[in-house]
């Protein structure tokens, strides 16, 4: 079966630009997470959707950043007015059991 | 909060010789403790985890992990590296099933022939 993706692979924008990641998890995995991996941050989480359940967005790093998820399965991360810290690789986990498997990463540059 | 300490940022070793990363956590109950790998370019996948029982696991492409509660650690060991062993290690620690990873600053290994 296929595993996490996500797309764009890359992507570059100029500062100020909004910006929308896009993740598509495993089937039937009913729990999503967005992290961030940053130079010199290392990874660190964003935020979590669990089934129809509010999620967690404790990790958002401002109001800038914000996450939706469609019917239980895609989710979008949309990251608005982009600065140049925000550069990173994004990454998407899907969770069976205690198992968080990742997708292969969307890395942003922002210019 | 949890926290994950690896104090290794970069380590070399030889093709053939054993290896050891170093994990250490902080978490006033058992966590769950993790092993991920990162090749570059790539996503994370999942070497090994740790929820009770037995304190040594063992997980894929020959590596294995011991969970010491007396000292908050959880290190990597491989007997024998090869090349293709190559990449950033990140040892992550969640506090139940369902809850995020926090993860370690990463230890990148360079295996030498």
């Known amino acids: 079966g296929a595993g996490v993706s996500q797309s764009p692979s890359n992507k570059v924008t100029e500062k100020g630009k909004d910006v929308e990641l896009r993740c598509d998890p495993i089937?039937?995995?009913?729990?999503l997470y967005w992290y961030r991996q940053s130079l010199g941050q290392g990874l660190e989480f964003l935020i979590y959707?669990?089934?129809?359940?509010?999620?967690?967005k404790s990790g958002l790093p401002s109001d800038r950043f914000s996450a939706e998820r469609t019917g239980g399965s895609v989710s979008t991360l949309t990251i608005q007015r982009t600065q140049q810290e925000d550069s990173a690789v994004y990454l998407c986990?899907?969770?069976?059991?205690?198992?968080?498997?990742f997708g292969p990463g969307t890395r942003l540059t922002v210019l | 909060a949890q926290s994950v300490t690896q104090p290794d940022i970069h380590i070399t070793v030889s093709e053939g010789a054993s290896l050891e990363l170093r994990c250490n956590y902080s978490?006033?109950?058992?966590?769950?403790l993790f092993w991920y790998v990162q090749s570059p370019g790539q996503g994370l996948q999942l070497l090994l985890k740790?929820?009770?029982?037995?304190?040594l696991v063992q997980g894929i492409k020959g590596f294995e992990a011991e969970f010491k509660r007396s000292q908050s650690s959880f290190n990597l060991r491989k007997p024998s590296v090869h090349w293709s062993d190559a990449a950033e290690y990140f040892c992550?620690?969640?506090?139940?099933?369902?809850?995020?990873?926090?993860f370690g600053t990463g230890t990148r290994l360079q295996v030498t022939l």
């Open positions: 986990a899907s969770r069976t059991g205690a198992e968080q498997f």
């Open positions: 089937s039937g995995h009913t729990a």
């Open positions: 959707f669990q089934g129809n359940s509010a999620p967690d």
């Open positions: 978490y006033g109950a058992t966590p769950y």
């Open positions: 740790y929820f009770s029982g037995d304190t």
């Open positions: 992550a620690v969640g506090v139940r099933t369902a809850s995020k990873l926090t």
